[in-house]
């Protein structure tokens, strides 16, 4: 075995055709794109260099300000409600309903599994208030409020999409740290008990730390769904009103694929990639702080 | 580790699509010296979901009439949703791959870009050759033209004259008489609200019944060639007469004009909402005489819905005769694939799917009726003289747009009726996105 690999022929062959279709799949398009982002055209007129052009429009844009507010502003509102509201559950998973919580488990895992599209036209139908009036507006009727026209202002569509995304993925956070508290060891948490902690210095002192590596990865996956969110977005509002739940991944998709301005397209998506680097590397670095003090 | 990569992969979906795009155009740009124009083995349509008029009158033509066309060429439709229409055109065109005959984009500004590159038979040429040039209407080619920068860009499969259809029965029982200006149609819609009937149903998910009212606004009071000189850079949307005419639009909206959610509406329940009587009045196009004449959709017979130009503007340049009209989706042949056989298709076509879409679909194209058509009812021959009389055509609010102005003014439309976008503020976003570039 050591002789094959060190040979570096054989390291080669190995290797080869993964990297080759890496490369033609992964590295060539992301090099094409960036090669875009410096161009203006499409593939009916062709492309044309233009500098800087798409940078400078970049900055300028209100479109792209506005869009990438509204991405941050999402993500972190969502990233928070979720890892939150799974923490909750876990919580009375473990604690509260203890080897009872089959039934409860699964229902909140349930929305996971329905399709996006799916779970837009629910909350669509839930929030309407025109052609016939939805659930949640005949029950502001119901205790003599008006209704709200929910889709019909940004600021309202827009708290329905979070309520949407945190009811649809929480039942995963869930799961996810559920396993994590499972994994925390009963002695420990008896010992903790005889010492009179109890309650909420329980968790806060035992529970919390000890689930720290768990809730940091839940952070990780959940700040980089959250930041180039799409389908819900399509589904629910399809950016509406106006322009005013256009996430970037939409204005991406929009200005390449509708307007036809490729170049123009690839810049946002490279700022995407920017954002979404940053943010990660942001996380990464605190979550190798924290583990290592932990 | 798994920090980045899901970054990554958001981003495949367009670079892929951008990557295979170009690596097609590549080899095509290659490929492109031998010449390509091999003759078509079939007669190639490619059309969208939605619009199955066309593709259900050329599949009975292609048994009836064209039956010799079909033999030599035979018919083949393939449909896409139309939100995706222009992207596959695009691809399409990138590999030199556009089917002999395809729906030309979803703005005329897409059409005119294939135009450019050679994509698009000229039209006018090859109809004048076939000799079946005199086939098409007057009225439909110069609507064509005013669209497509002057050139017969695209066949009028269908040509749609628009305006206000009402509810007959509503307006009797509220003492209404037909309203000829602007403001007998805001005191007639004040009376029917008073009188618990909603006056208006339009799409605000849809849009654009919400501009064409502000076009429509604009041609009575600023004369046909308003939006022109907006095109042109001659005059801004952001001219106090032009936002007044959004102003005026809003105020619609502001008086609950439009009932409620209104941005929600999409167009099957604007359509329901008139059908069943529950609004007196729809800004359509002709095409709805369709649902119009359907005794299954249409609860309010046909008998009971009267058809209206868009009113005049006291004082206003324009005149109550000038219509919008439009040819629905374009539909146009590709360069490379018209030879002998698709003519022969073309001139079977434009002799006879007037008559065929007509009487089977109750759907008016731009093609002359060489079979005598009764109509269904009243309201499609009010309609049908509309057009044969019509003095001067408009165009729409977007017609001269680019796609992006499009979208924006579409999008922006059910804010400014429900009062979350103020009128300047809706014509200044709007006239941003024209001048974006």
Known sequence: ???????????????????????????VPIVWSLGYSFTQGNTIEGFTGNGGANFSRLFDDPAVRDALWFTLRYAALVTVGQIVAGYLLALLYVFFLKK??????????????????????????????????????????????????????????????????IWRSMGFY????????????????????????????LIRHIVLPLSLPVLMSSLIFSINGTLKVFDSVVALTNGGPGSGTTPLTLYMFQTSFTYSDYGYGSTIALLLTVVCLLVSLAVYRVSRRDLSES | MSV??????????????????????????????????????????????????????????????????????????????????????????????????????????????????????????????????????????????????????????????EGIFYNKKLFRENGLKTPATWDELVSAAAKLQDGGVQPFTASGQQGWPLTRLISGYLYRSLGPDALKAVADGKAKLTDPEYVKAAEEIAGLGRKGYFGKGVGSIDYDTAMNQFLNGKAAMFYMGSWALANISDEKQNKVGAENVGFMPFPAVSGGAGAIDQYPSNVGLGITLAA??????????????????????????????????????????????????????????????????????????????????????????????????????
């Open chain 1, 1 to 27: 075995m050591h002789r094959v690999l060190g040979d570096r022929r054989a390291i080669a062959i190995l290797l080869g055709p993964a990297l080759l279709v890496y490369s033609l799949i992964m590295l």
């Open chain 1, 100 to 165: 009872s919580s089959g039934l409860i488990r699964t229902l909140a895992f349930f929305p996971v599994v329905l399709p996006t599209v799916a779970v837009g036209l629910l909350f669509q139908k839930f929030f309407q208030v025109a052609p016939q009036t939805g659930p949640v507006n005949s029950l502001l009727n119901a205790v003599g409020l008006d209704s709200i026209d929910f889709f019909g202002s940004a600021g309202s569509a827009f708290w329905v999409l979070i309520l949407m995304d």
């Open chain 1, 174 to 201: 869930a799961v996810l740290l559920f396993a994590g508290l499972v994994d925390i060891p009963d002695e420990v948490l008896e010992s903790a008990r005889l010492d009179g902690a109890s309650g909420l210095r």
């Open chain 2, 4 to 161: 980045r990569m899901p970054c990554v992969r958001r981003k495949r979906p367009s670079l892929f699509t951008a990557g295979a795009a170009s690596l097609a155009l590549l080899t095509t740009a290659c490929g492109g010296s031998g010449g390509s124009s091999a003759a078509p083995k079939e007669f190639s349509y490619l059309s969208v979901t939605e619009n199955t008029t066309v593709k259900t009158a050329l599949t009975s033509m292609s048994g009836g009439a064209c039956k010799a066309a079909n033999e030599a060429l035979p018919l083949k439709v393939e449909t896409v949703p139309q939100a995706s229409l222009d992207q596959k055109l695009q691809l399409l065109a990138g590999q030199d791959a556009l089917p002999v005959q395809f729906a030309a984009g979803n703005a005329p500004a897409l059409t005119q870009q294939l135009a450019r590159s050679g994509k698009v038979a000229d039209l006018e040429k090859e109809l004048k050759e076939l000799g079946v040039y005199d086939q098409l209407e007057p009225g439909a080619v110069s609507t064509i033209k005013a669209l497509y920068g002057g050139k017969l860009e695209v066949l009028p499969y269908e040509y749609n004259v």
């Open chain 2, 336 to 437: 490379k694939s018209f030879d002998g056989k698709t003519g022969d298709w073309v001139s079977c076509i434009t002799k006879n799917y007037g008559s065929t879409a007509l009487k089977d679909h109750g759907s008016i194209s731009g093609f002359k009726v060489n079979t005598e058509v009764m109509d269904a009812n009243d309201v499609t021959t009010q309609v049908r003289k509309t057009i044969s009389e019509s003095q001067r055509n408009v165009l729409w609010f977007e017609a001269l747009f680019s796609t992006k102005a499009t979208t924006v003014s579409q999008t922006n439309a059910a804010g400014l009726v429900t009062g979350s976008m103020k009128p300047e503020a809706f014509m200044q976003t709007v006239q941003d996105a024209l001048t974006a570039k």
